[in-house]
Structures are given as structure tokens and as C-alpha cells.
Nanobody
Framework: VQLVESGGGLVQPGGSLRLSCAAS????????MNWYRQAPGKERELVAR????????DYANSVKGRFTISRDNAKKTVYLQMNSPKPEDTAVYLC??????????WGQGTQVTVSS
């Protein structure tokens, strides 16, 4: 299993940014996918999740209405569209999936910094 995030960087408050996570090594279309984030000195937080067919999504209250998770099973990629980010959204964003044995798989993360 390999998960590779991209798309992070510096964004101004109120701007937009799209993160991508390219997956390989497993049958992507059969797995739910998650985006987590971790800020310095804070616990890792679940930001958004999407079911295997993309039919159901769920968000942390802190990002609801601003972030959108989506996936393209043909491209084996999951996305996180970040609109109107705030400074408190600054964190390393990590892609995650979990197999039927509850084994977690993580990408290396991509840094998002929200600052003017």
C-alpha cells in the first residue's frame, strides 16, 4: 500500500487549495479513504472521510461547509478541496486508509500553511 499526498503549500486566508492523494498497491475502489491533519503540539485529527464509492462523506465540525472530500476511483486518487482556509487550518495533512484487519496505512503528509 502506498499513499502519496501532494498539493500543499502556503495559502492566504480566504483562498483555496486542493490536496491530492494518489494510491497504489491495493484495490482503491473497495476502500473508504480519510484525510487527517496534525498541527504542532496537537493530536492528529480526522478532517474528512469518504466511502469507497464516494456516496457518503463526513467532516469535522471545524471544516464543515469549507472543505470538500472527493475521489476518482479510475485515477485511484482522493482529493481535499480547501476553500476559505483559516490560520487554524495550518497543519500537516495526511491521507489514510484502513484494511479489513484494521491496519492503518498513511502517506508521508503534505504541509499546509495558512497565512497572509
Amino acid at each position: 500500500v502506498q499513499l502519496v499526498e501532494s498539493g500543499g503549500g502556503l495559502v492566504q486566508p480566504g483562498g483555496s487549495l486542493r490536496l491530492s492523494c494518489a494510491a497504489s498497491g491495493f484495490t482503491f475502489s473497495r476502500f473508504d479513504m480519510n484525510w487527517y491533519r496534525q498541527a504542532p503540539g496537537k493530536e492528529r485529527e480526522l478532517v474528512a472521510r469518504i466511502t469507497s464509492n464516494g456516496g457518503t462523506t463526513d467532516y469535522a465540525n471545524s471544516v464543515k461547509g469549507r472543505f470538500t472530500i472527493s475521489r476518482d476511483n479510475a485515477k485511484k486518487t482522493v482529493y481535499l478541496q480547501m476553500n476559505s482556509p483559516k490560520p487554524e487550518d495550518t497543519a500537516v495533512y495526511l491521507c489514510n486508509t484502513r484494511d479489513i484487519y484494521h491496519q492503518n496505512y498513511w502517506g508521508q503528509g503534505t504541509q499546509v500553511t495558512v497565512s497572509s
